[in-house]
């Protein structure tokens, strides 16, 4: 009996280990690749220039999260990011910047966007806005994924991913908040 309720146990526990993480809220399907059109339009590059001497380009993806590019480039034409610090860094999981405050508190001055949940996958590289525990709180912050992680998805609004750079966002100083925080010398539109 015990070796068979301990057989059932793991085929359970490899069950679920295998199954991916349904998402939280309905998460509306989006191909990986960006259509062409969105990868010919500049204003859909993100550029990063990073304190560390590094530089990230992201790939915005309108066609998945209208709104949050638009937030992203609107405040990236107001030159709100230059100077903010990346205020938390967990080696392994992320780097998350774009508060003013530089705690994790702060936003702009902007109304908070609806969620844009799609089924775009959380893997090295992504990046997604932060939020509070209202799926519907986030403002300004984002963080750029060092790893996959699938019990993000359906939780965060995915609004691109690094296309150039990684090696400038492994770089950046770890810690909540870091001793030397890495900081966005300046973010540009163009790439």
Do not use: C
Not at 18 to 24: E, I, L, Q, R
Not at 76 to 102: S, T
């Amino acid at each position: 009996m015990r070796k068979l309720l301990t057989a059932m146990m793991f085929a359970a526990l490899a069950a679920a280990s295998a199954a991916p993480a349904a998402p939280a809220f309905d998460a509306r399907p989006v191909a990986v690749l960006p259509p062409p059109e969105v990868v010919a339009n500049p204003a859909n590059k993100l550029k990063l220039e990073l304190s560390n001497g590094g530089t990230v380009v992201i790939q915005m993806r309108p066609d998945a999260a209208p709104a949050a590019v638009e937030r992203i480039q609107t405040l990236v034409r107001r030159g709100f990011y230059n100077g903010l610090a990346f205020h938390r860094v967990i080696p392994g999981f992320m780097a998350q910047g774009g508060d003013p405050k530089g705690d994790g508190t702060g936003g702009s001055d902007l109304p908070d966007l609806k969620a844009e949940f799609t089924s775009l996958p959380y893997m090295r590289g992504v990046v997604a806005f932060a939020r509070a525990d209202d799926p519907n709180s986030a403002n300004s912050q984002f963080f750029i994924m060092f790893s996959p992680n699938v019990q993000l998805w359906g939780n965060y609004t995915v609004f691109g991913r690094v296309i150039a750079g990684m090696d400038a966002v492994d770089r950046i100083a770890v810690g909540e908040p870091p001793a030397e925080p890495t900081r966005i010398v300046r973010a540009t539109l163009g790439g």
